[in-house]
């Protein structure tokens, strides 16, 4: 007697499969044998593929989603500044994406907190993470600090004024476009200049 055994198979597009993405393991600095500053450098490079990536999101301010805290990209970004801690451009840049394209509060604030303490001169830096204080934490004193220590290394004159006006309405909006402006002449990523744009956009209707 022949017997015929079938089994059926289902195949699932690959449009419809969500990605997950794996982080480096925690303590991954004490387990480079002296090869830190080069896995900081590989993990970076993987990191700005994928930086609007959400492994999990939260819930939606508005139109803007929101991600769940301690995501895929926050785990990448403290490891890359937990191997090379002099590395400005985790700092600088992977912060913004964490505050502005995936709205990962929480790891944002910690990003910048370690960027300040290792920049406290960098004006850049101190700048944007008053923005994410301004915006994001709803910390205006905290953001009005960071602009006075900008001001006080080099940033314009005007963000002492801005610093002042920061228990307003006004001077939150004011520090969003100012930030923008600041984005676009330093030519970043398209990407996070349009997400900001649409935050500006939550805050003023009439904003173009």
């Known amino acids: 007697m022949l017997v015929v055994i079938t089994q059926q198979t289902t195949f699932i ?30 993990i970076w490079i993987r990191a700005i593929q994928d930086m609007d990536y959400c492994d999990e999101v939260s ?7 929101v991600c769940a805290n301690d995501s895929w990209l926050y785990k990448m970004i403290d490891t890359i500044t937990n191997l090379s801690p002099k590395f400005r451009a985790p700092y600088a840049v992977g912060s913004l994406a964490l505050t502005i394209l995936i709205t990962d509060v929480d790891g944002a604030t910690k990003v910048f907190e370690k960027a300040v303490k290792e920049f406290p001169s960098d004006w850049p830096i101190l700048y944007r993470a008053a923005y994410h204080y301004m915006y994001e934490v709803k910390d205006n004193k905290r953001a009005a600090e ?31 476009k100012s930030l923008l402006q600041n984005m676009k002449d330093t030519q970043q990523d398209p990407g996070l200049i349009k997400r900001l744009e649409d935050k500006i956009r939550s805050m003023d209707p009439q904003f173009k």
């Not at 982080?23 to 480079?32: G, N, Q, S, V, Y």
């Not at 819930?59 to 989603?65: M, N």
């Not at 900008?150 to 005007?158: L, Q, S, V």
């Open 59 to 65: 819930g939606k301010v508005g139109e803007v989603s």
């Open 146 to 176: 960071l602009l006075i220590q900008a001001a006080d290394h080099g940033a314009p004159p005007w963000t002492r004024t801005l610093a002042g006006r920061l228990y307003s309405d006004s001077g939150n909006l004011d520090l969003a």
């Open 13 to 42: 597009p690959v449009k419809d499969i969500q990605a997950k993405y794996i982080a480096p393991p925690p303590m991954l600095e004490r387990f480079t044998f002296g090869y830190s500053e080069i896995m900081a450098d590989t």
